[in-house]
Structures are given as structure tokens and as C-alpha cells.
């Protein structure tokens, strides 16, 4: 006899009907769910070049953003998404007030649940805190992960997808290569499964074994040590921010000499095909990890990022939001 | 359905037990028995001693009766907070398990680093008169690190073995100091073994799961690491050292290697260590958080390995009871552990039936085993012996439920799963203290 307790709910993440209910991890979600969500960001960004920069689908829905870790970008770009989606939102930067005050994250939430939200954006510092908020939340309230520790930051790595999509097309004859603190990096992690479950040709990581997880090509990349080798006829490149505490941590000698042997200049960039396109997920460092020509220069898609990620946003949210309510009328 | 009609303190001075199968490798003896008990010790097996003509007769037929079983370092979580268990709730859940002889952790608040919390604590479990309490005490102070405690009065106050636990010991030469005055004094030292700089912030094992759900990892390394430190230690020293909690397959070959150099060390491993593997992280399922990490599928198989040729010497419930808030929070941030008194035995039987050990072996692990452990004369059947016996009905199926749940933690990963073979009855110096 094997004693295998319970499993958790399988996958919490869709419904009977395989439709949206929390958008946590890209694992687990079928490829033509993926594509539904590009093809849906991609009918919403037209919304940003009209003059009334709203559609009603979201009319009398409250989102909540959750942040328990600080936060420019993504938070701005969820707020602009629920905006245009006519959603009332809230802002709550949990990081400053409750939970340094020792209150539990249970608590926390138990308390704005009382708020009767229709989702909740959550960032957290801990894996697996969404998986865990969406098992704890009343039902027919939606979690969106905006990143949990270093495991997943799914809509950064869909709006990446969406943005290698717009410039590049089928993704089966695509190399691309990550490079940079992968160990740490939750964007790395959800840019891996999305990559593969499109079907990338192949996904490259590039890292001194410092910042590599052990046995990370178990998830089916391919790893190099050596940027240069990495870089070789690669598409697209994606850079990951350093973070300025790993030299604390004695990951990393200095930054001067990661980027002499990580960053990506003119010089390393000329290894990938000559139309390779350059993506970062922000905030960057400048002569850290991406010189400035490179990232201002004529392949770099960075702030196509930006303006993608609005637009995957408002398709993750109106996707899990209806997909609750759905649920809830069944 | 009570099939055997033993209760609580309803026992004669004299009386036997008849039918059960008797389970004692020690004295030889694998089949249906009977057992004749005087004043609380073993008198006699199958062969009625002088003077018991007639006694009281108690029919066992159908049960497996073994010596009550020892565990050397379930948390009993007295002294400290209620709500996470004291000795009265915990020793009746190593009672509902079997368990007869407990060694309960130092990692107490406060911690059991001094003789007269030893003292306090002795004196509760002699109110209580159930279980047999033999301490372990801290072997630093506050299990700090830094200076020793009193050992030789730990000792006499009834230490039977002294730990650091987990908790890191960081200059060599204080590892070094606790050992050589415990060894002066030759009194045994635990070891958990695990290099506490490479394990820092970890909670998961350093693998294919970890590297994916982002978790930080503790790799094998870091306990073969102190492991392979430790030994060295106590080769230079002398002293009994018995390596607690292996989690790493790498590991048994270590021990093996001591033992085979003729080092006086034991070791044993957790129950959940020899059942579960990191894959059961998916989905950051607290249950399976444990310290140490639930390893690979290799690593338990050589756990097993080691556990069925010898190598590995006892099974530990590792029993760690907690508040259901304590797993209610993102992975690393829950509480590692689960209460596994009532269910150990349980889950042993589990292994048997699937080849893994034979019963005789998993018995072993759990009675005579820990017993060679603590150097103590308990753990078989010999006459003369103290009567400390637990009845198993083998065929009986169970799930435990929180509404029978004896521990004060119901932080267990097999509530509601269906278990075979559980604990009918558990006597202590020939008296029942539970009946189920």
C-alpha cells in the first residue's frame, strides 16, 4: 500500500471548462490558452491609441492591488489595465503598513476580503504566496500573480511573449537566449514554461553557475556559462536586472566584471542574428547589465514591453474576472 | 469493537496474554505466544513460571504484540506555549501509537539546557505514570552554540543524551569542546547534521522541484558536509554519537563507513523520509515541508536501503505538533513538520507492505533499534524486563480524523487517508494506559 494523501486541487488555476479562474503560473496552462490570451491582449491594444481609452467590461468590479513588495512599473501598468477595463481599483501597499505590524498574511486577507474585491493583483516576496492566496480566498474572487518571490511573474512573461510574437511571428524557429541572475529571477522562471509550452525552438540560459539553480536544465533549456557561446544566433535576447545585492551575497566578484563578461553591448550582441531583437524587463541598470547604445539602439524592444504589458494585463484580468463569474452563475 | 478486554488499571499483579502473535527478534521469537506478566515485568514466554496456576487470562488471538515502542526525539512541546501541545495531550498520542519510552527534544521554551527544568519536566511525566520520559538536554546553552551546559548534571538529573538539534554550533573548536567534556562524562551526543551556512534561508530540497517553484534550496551536501565534520570530531574524541534525521542518500554510505572503522555511532531516519520525496512540493503543499527536506527518489531509496541492511539503526516518528495556522502561509513561510506519533507505526506497516522492510525489521527499528541507541535495557521481551507492550490489530484500517486526534497539532498529511494496521492497546510496566 502506498499512502498518498490527498493532493491539493489539481489545477486551481482553471475551471471545469478549462477557463481562466487565477492567473498564477504560465505551468500547467495549455498552449491554446496561452494564445488566447495574446490574441485578446493584442485586440486590446488598440484601446491605448484611441481617444477614449476605456471599454466597459469591467464596469462595477473592484481590483485590488496587493502589494506586499515595492513595485513602479507593474503596479502602474495593473492600475492602467483595470482602468481601461472600467474596474474601480485600490491600491494597498501591504509592505509598509500590516504586515510589518506582525499581522498574518491570512489576516490580511481575511480583512480585504471584507471589501468584496473581484480580484486581487498580488505581489508577494515568498513562492508560492499566490498559489497560496487563491487556496485561502473565498471562491469566485481572482488572483492574479504580479510575482511571487523568485518563482513566477506570469503576466511579465506573457506581455514578453506578446511582444517576441508582434516582432518575430511563429515562435518554432526561435532561439532565445536568457541571460543574467537566473537563481533569483521569477520573470526567467515564467519565460521558461511560456517559451515552451508556445514551442520555442530553443531557450537558452546564460549565467555564471552562481546565479543558475542546480539541475535548472531539467526544465528543458539549454545552459551556457559563456555569453558569447550563449548569444551565438540567437533571435531574441532577454536580459534580467541585477540585483546590487549579490555582490553581498558573494554571488558575484563586482559589477564591473559581470559586465565584462555578462553584459550585453554591441560588441556580445553582434554573436546573435543580425535581426535579434533585445528585451529587459526593467528596471534596468545601465553599464550593469546592458550598455546604453544597446538599449536605446535600433533592436531594442523595451518599451514596446511596456506598452505590451498594459494590454496583457487587461486580457489576464477580464479573462480571470469573467471566468469567476462564469463559474459563479454555473 | 474493543476485541481484547484490557482497560486501564484493571490488571492483576499477575496475568498472561495468549493468542497474540509475539514479535521480539531479540529472544528469538516470530509467532503466536503467550506472554506471562508479573508485577510489571515480563515473567516468562510461553512457559508458565512458578505460582501462576490460574491466574487471569487475557485472549490477544489475531493481534501482534511487540515491545512498546521507543521514540528518540519526538517534540513533546513541554515546557512552552499551549497551544502547541504540552506532555499530557502528547503523551497520550504516542500512547495511541504504541509508544511506550519517549526522548523528548531540548528545543522547549525554555530550553531543557539546565537540571532543573529536566527535574520539572521528569516530575510532570511521573504525575502522568504512563510513558517512560528520558529526556535529551541541550548541549550548548539555549542551544546557542556558543558556551557548554552542565552536562554532568543533565545527567544525573536524567539525561539519557545531549543535542544542539539542528541549531548550528559555528567555531569547530566549541564542536570540538562538546564532545570531549560530553565524552568525560560518556554521555551520548544527538547530532542533526546539517552545515548551517549552506542551508541558510532554505527550505526545500536543492533539486529539479526547487530549482522550479523557486524555492531556496538546502542541497545533500550540506549534510553530508557536517556530517563527514562530525565524524571526524568524534573519531579525535571518543564520544557515542548518534546521527539523527538522515535525509541525504549519501549520507548511509558515510555511517556505514564509520561504523565499518569501528566508530560507536548510530543513526536513524524520519518516518516521512523513508515514504515521501520533494515531487509532493507541487502546488507548495505545506504538508510536505519538513526539516530536513523531503529529498529525491534516490535519496530515499538508499534510506531504505540503509534502513533494511542495518546500516541505519532506528526509525524516529520526528513528531512536531502545531497550530493549523503554523501551515497556513506561503511555503517557506509555514511551519516545517507534522505530528506523527499516532500514525508512525501506520505508515511503517505501509513499507512492509510494499516489500520495502520486512516486519520483523520495521519492529526492530522501532523497539530494540532506538533502544541500542540510548544504551538502555528496554526494547525486548526478556524476562525480567519491564512489561512495556503494544497490541497491533495488523488488518484493522483507519483514518485519522481531527475529532479522534490525541496530539494537540492535527497537522498531519494523511488526515482523511485510509491507513492499515494501528495500535489497539498500549501497556507500561503491565498496566494499560490505553485501550483503543
Not at chain 1, 505590524?101 to 499566490?130: C, I, P, Y
Not at chain 1, 503576466?155 to 536568457?178: C, P, W, Y
Not at chain 1, 526593467?282 to 550593469?288: E, L, S, T
Not at chain 2, 492483576?12 to 514479535?23: C, D
Request: net charge negative; charged share 20%; proline share 6%.
Amino acid at each position: 500500500m502506498q499512502i498518498c494523501p490527498p493532493a491539493l486541487p489539481g489545477d486551481v488555476q482553471l475551471d471545469e471548462q478549462g477557463r481562466l479562474r487565477h492567473f498564477l503560473d504560465i505551468q500547467g496552462l495549455p498552449r491554446a490558452l496561452l494564445t488566447d490570451i495574446l490574441d485578446t491582449a493584442d485586440s486590446f491594444r488598440g484601446i491605448g491609441d484611441a481617444q477614449v481609452k476605456k471599454v466597459p467590461l469591467l464596469r462595477g468590479r473592484t481590483v485590488v492591488n496587493l502589494f506586499f513588495e515595492n513595485s513602479t512599473r507593474t503596479r502602474a501598468t495593473f492600475e492602467l489595465a483595470a482602468k481601461r477595463l472600467s474596474a474601480d481599483v485600490l491600491n494597498l501597499d501591504i509592505g509598509t503598513s500590516s504586515s510589518s505590524k506582525g499581522e498574518t498574511l491570512r489576516d490580511t486577507l481575511f480583512n480585504l476580503e471584507a471589501m468584496q474585491a473581484d480580484a486581487f493583483v498580488v505581489r508577494h516576496s515568498d513562492s508560492g504566496a499566490a498559489h497560496f492566496i487563491a487556496s485561502q480566498v473565498t471562491p469566485h474572487v481572482a488572483i492574479i500573480n504580479a510575482g511571487d518571490g523568485r518563482h513566477a511573474h506570469p503576466t511579465q512573461a506573457m506581455l514578453d511573449m506578446l511582444t517576441i510574437r508582434r516582432h518575430k511571428g511563429e515562435f518554432s524557429n526561435l532561439k532565445v537566449a536568457i541571460v543574467g541572475d537566473i537563481l533569483h529571477s521569477r520573470v526567467a522562471r515564467s519565460q521558461v514554461h511560456a517559451l515552451k509550452t508556445l514551442g520555442a525552438g530553443e531557450v537558452r540560459l546564460v549565467a555564471p553557475l552562481t546565479l543558475l539553480p542546480s539541475q535548472v536544465d531539467a526544465m528543458g533549456c539549454r545552459v551556457f556559462t559563456n555569453l558569447r557561446q550563449g548569444l551565438k544566433d540567437v533571435d531574441v535576447v532577454i536580459m534580467l536586472r541585477l540585483q546590487k545585492e549579490r555582490m553581498d551575497g558573494a554571488l558575484l566578484p563586482s559589477e564591473g566584471e559581470f559586465y565584462r563578461y555578462y553584459g550585453l553591448t554591441r560588441e556580445t550582441l553582434a554573436y546573435a542574428r543580425p535581426d535579434a531583437v533585445v528585451m529587459h524587463p526593467g528596471p534596468m541598470n545601465r553599464g550593469v547589465e546592458i550598455e546604453s547604445a544597446v538599449a536605446d539602439g535600433p533592436q531594442s524592444l523595451i518599451m514596446d514591453q511596456v506598452t505590451n504589458g498594459i494590454a496583457v494585463r487587461m486580457a489576464v484580468l477580464s479573462m480571470a474576472v469573467s471566468g469567476q463569474t462564469q463559474k459563479g452563475a454555473a | 469493537m474493543p476485541r481484547i478486554a484490557l482497560a486501564p488499571d484493571n490488571l492483576p499483579r499477575r496475568y498472561s496474554l495468549s493468542g497474540g502473535h509475539v514479535l521480539d527478534l531479540t529472544q528469538g521469537i516470530n509467532e503466536v505466544a503467550t506472554l506471562y506478566i508479573d508485577d510489571g515485568r515480563i515473567a516468562a514466554i510461553d512457559t508458565p513460571p512458578e505460582g501462576f496456576d490460574g491466574v487471569q487470562d487475557f485472549d490477544v488471538a489475531g493481534l501482534l504484540v511487540t515491545p512498546g515502542l521507543i521514540d528518540i526525539a519526538p517534540h513533546l512541546r513541554d515546557p512552552g506555549p499551549r497551544y502547541k501541545g504540552q506532555l499530557t495531550s502528547e503523551v497520550q498520542a504516542a500512547l495511541a501509537g504504541g509508544y511506550t519510552t519517549l526522548c523528548p527534544r531540548p528545543d522547549t521554551s525554555p530550553v531543557l539546557d539546565n537540571p532543573s527544568h529536566i527535574q520539572t519536566l521528569l516530575s510532570k511525566a511521573e504525575a502522568l505514570g504512563s510513558v517512560r520520559v528520558l529526556p535529551l538536554g541541550a548541549l550548548t546553552q539555549g542551544l546557542s552554540g556558543q558556551l557548554l551546559t552542565n552536562m554532568a548534571g543533565l545527567k544525573q538529573a536524567g539525561c539519557v543524551a545531549l543535542t544542539n538539534l539542528r541549531q548550528p554550533i559555528a567555531d569547530t573548536r566549541v564542536m570540538l569542546r562538546c564532545l570531549e567534556y560530553a565524552a568525560t562524562f560518556d554521555i551520548p551526543v544527538h547530532i542533526q547534521p546539517e552545515d548551517a551556512a549552506l542551508a541558510a534561508g532554505g527550505c526545500a530540497h536543492e533539486g529539479v522541484i526547487s530549482a522550479r517553484l523557486g524555492l531556496s534550496g538546502i542541497s545533500d551536501t550540506a549534510e553530508i558536509m557536517a556530517l563527514s565534520q562530525w565524524l571526524m570530531l568524534i573519531e579525535q574524541t571518543g564520544v557515542r554519537a548518534h546521527f539523527s534525521l538522515l535525509s541525504a542518500g549519501r549520507s548511509v554510505d558515510l555511517i556505514a563507513q564509520a561504523k565499518a572503522r569501528g566508530l560507536d555511532v548510530t543513526a536513524d531516519v524520519g518516518i516521512a523520509h523513508l515514504h515521501w520525496t520533494d515531487r509532493l512540493l507541487e502546488g507548495f503543499d505545506s504538508r510536505f515541508h519538513f526539516q530536513p527536506p523531503l529529498r529525491d527518489k534516490s535519496d530515499r531509496t538508499l534510506l531504505r536501503e540503509g534502513l533494511s541492511e542495518g546500516i541505519i539503526d532506528a526509525i524516529v516518528s520526528d513528531h512536531l505538533p502545531h497550530e493549523a495556522a503554523a501551515k497556513l502561509a506561503p511555503f517557506a513561510a509555514s511551519q516545517p513538520g507534522m505530528a506523527s506519533l499516532e500514525t508512525c507505526f501506520s505508515m511503517g506497516m505501509a513499507l512492509v507492505d510494499k516489500g520495502v522492510l520486512g516486519l520483523p525489521r520495521l519492529v526492530e527499528a522501532l523497539t530494540r533499534g532506538p533502544a541500542m541507541v540510548l544504551g538502555e535495557p528496554l526494547g525486548h521481551l526478556s524476562p525480567g524486563s519491564p512489561a512495556d507492550l503494544a497490541l497491533f490489530d495488523l488488518e484493522r484500517t483507519w483514518t485519522p480524523a481531527e475529532s479522534d486526534w490525541h496530539s494537540a497539532g492535527f497537522n498531519t498529511p494523511l488526515a482523511g487517508v485510509a491507513l492499515k494496521g494501528q495500535c489497539v492497546a498500549t501497556l507500561t510496566r503491565g498496566v494499560a494506559r490505553y485501550v483503543a
